[in-house]
């Protein structure tokens, strides 16, 4: 590693990544962002994997994933095995990869977030966050950013990832593929999760960090990834996602009244509890979005109002795209 202190351009730039993944979807997502940072002479990326002391299993048995809902929740995070930080590193950039479990952070992201090295580590510090998920992030962002506004870290960007499939579509791919592993396509459905050649233009956001740190960009307060698609918010999910949260926090304080995680004191309440997801979602989903279409009109400055709070700080701008074209 090569240091100077004569000019802060030369100066190795030091980023921290942090990712936790179960089927290998956002850590690829995250190889593809990093690549081009640590093909950098002059960038020192330090790859941070989060391991919960109790491993979360993939494929998920059916009780011990919704099992897993009052936790994200309320946000009561698993023990981690200790980290390779120490605490007394001192980064310029920060990458935060999550995805969202319930409507919420996942749990092994969480824990870092409370760990207490994170104060020390993210304090002052500008964050990228990359999302990658079904399609349901808004809430989980909400939580993420109080988390962050709390560390003292200074949120720059958000870029989201999400299945391309359709609302419905996803509904019965993502809980089959993360129920029994199968992750193609099935009944004229498409395949779960975020398509391959999605992951490899993610690589486009490494690239753009990688000139944006060589620029001594992330010290001001401007977004780094602007202009290049970061982001697609779809407001028009946001009472769903309410409604959800909602249920999975109130749920989930009866369920953690019943017993801890795993325990079978909570699986008759769970296994109602299942029955009446199924049921919200196929009435409160649906019924939300028709109702949403009919006053469509009456909402377009309020929907276009909430897009752009919800894409901000990064955007969905394009005009970037075709310098970092993948
Ligand atoms: C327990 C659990 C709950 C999930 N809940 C949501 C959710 O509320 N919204 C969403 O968009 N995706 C949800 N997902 C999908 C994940 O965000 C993610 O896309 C998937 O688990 C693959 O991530 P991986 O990189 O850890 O393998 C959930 C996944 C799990 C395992």
Known sequence: MTTSIRTNSIRTKRVLAICYSQTGQLARIAAQILAPLQAKPGVDVHLEVIRPKQSYPFPWPFFQFFDAFPEAAHLIAPELEQLALTGEEDFDLVILFYQVWFLAPSLPVTAFLQHPLAARLLKDKPVVTVIACRNMWLMAHEKIKNMLANLGARLIDNVVLADKGNVFATLVTTPRWLLTGRQTGFLGLPPAGIAPDEILRSRRFGLALRDALAADAEKQDAPLLAGLGAVEANPRLYASEKAGTRSFYLWGKLLRAAGKPGQWSRKPLLFFYVFFLIALILTVVPVS??????????????????????????????????????
């Open 289 to 326: 979005l028709a109702l949403q279409a009919l006053i469509r009109p009456l909402l377009r400055e309020r929907i276009a109002r909430m897009k752009h709070d919800f894409e901000f700080p990064s955007g969905s701008g394009t005009e970037r795209m075709s310098k970092y074209a993948v």
